[in-house]
């Protein structure tokens, strides 16, 4: 049996590139492009190269501790490239859901709300709606008939990865990024995105704080074919937080998060942590969008 705990050495290229039917005179972006370091991963190496050269790249760190760039370009372009390359080492241990057991939803809930080490803004930031995760009355029937206070935590917990997982389809194109959750819930049908929310959401409306979690997840092709370059994508993800610390779960792969997830960033919901947006100003009427993105094993 694989051993998906175990640590682990990953090389991550991720290549955004925007072509633009007409020059951009100017260009302003907000980037997350450099990995957060976490409890269980270490950045070992970064880089980062944009075309045309930036006039403009300064980095910080945002409200929600993850890494956030600035890019100005004043040089007449039509095409934008945004290309990152990363080394990490990662070791996730296991979580103990049987451990969590000894906790309800409910005993749980009302334990985070006063408890001395949960800080108040980050209790109230991954509890309260947010613009992309919202809680309208067929969310929370969906989360309470899901998660009644009475339920053991870590059965919760497990319920919300596997119920969404059995019943949600993965399609790509039934969505978009403004799909609201009650259209999802319509549909039975997204992506990761729409699943990563909807968890959140769940979760949030029965008072545990949750975040949404973007990165990468290392995939495998079917038995005897090839792995192409650029074939992989970004993933997102749901934490939870829980007496016992956070814990991630992966709706759309029906699983808890382990050694093959990479964590770029977390926040409210996909708003907080897109890769790349901004503003341009050109008298062209259209663009083209290209991302590749690789997650290679280096061990």
């Not at 803004?121 to 009355?137: G, I, Q, R």
């Not at 926040?267 to 083209?288: A, H, N, Q």
Request: charged share 25%; glycine share 6%.
């Amino acid at each position: 049996m694989i051993d998906h705990h175990s640590r682990r050495r990953y090389e991550v290229r991720h290549r955004t590139a925007y072509t633009y039917s007409d020059d951009v005179t100017a260009s302003f972006e907000r980037a997350m492009l450099r990995p957060r370091e976490t409890e269980h991963q270490k950045v070992l190496d970064h880089a980062i190269e944009i075309s045309p050269e930036p006039d403009r790249l300064d980095e910080s760190v945002d409200a929600f501790g993850n890494w956030t760039h600035y890019v100005e370009i004043s040089t007449p372009h039509t095409e934008l490239v945004v290309a990152k390359r990363t080394t990490v080492e990662i070791a996730w241990p296991p979580a103990d859901l049987a451990a969590l057991n000894a906790w309800t939803v409910e005993s749980a809930a009302a334990f985070l709300r006063t408890a001395p080490d949960v800080d108040p803004f980050e209790h109230a930031a991954y509890t309260l709606p947010s613009t992309m995760v919202t809680l309208e009355d067929e969310v929370r029937a969906f989360a309470h008939e899901l998660l009644p206070g009475n339920r053991p935590l870590g059965e919760a917990i497990e319920a919300v990865y596997r119920e969404i997982y059995s019943g949600f389809t993965y399609s790509q194109g039934v969505t978009s990024v403004s799909t609201t959750l009650p259209e999802v819930l319509a549909a039975r049908a997204g992506v990761c995105q729409d699943f990563a929310h909807l968890g959140v959401a769940c979760l949030r409306a029965v008072g545990l704080p949750a975040r949404y979690v973007s990165g990468y997840i290392e995939t495998t092709p079917a038995p005897g074919t090839v792995k192409l370059e650029g074939s992989d994508a970004s993933h997102a993800w749901v934490g939870v937080l829980s007496p016992g610390g956070w814990v991630d779960l992966d709706p759309t792969n029906n699983h808890l998060a382990d050694s093959r997830y990479i964590v770029t960033a977390w926040g409210r919901d996909y708003r907080d942590v897109s890769p790349l947006k901004g503003i341009i100003f050109t008298e062209g009427s259209g663009s083209t969008l290209t991302v590749a993105v690789d997650v290679k094993r280096l061990d």
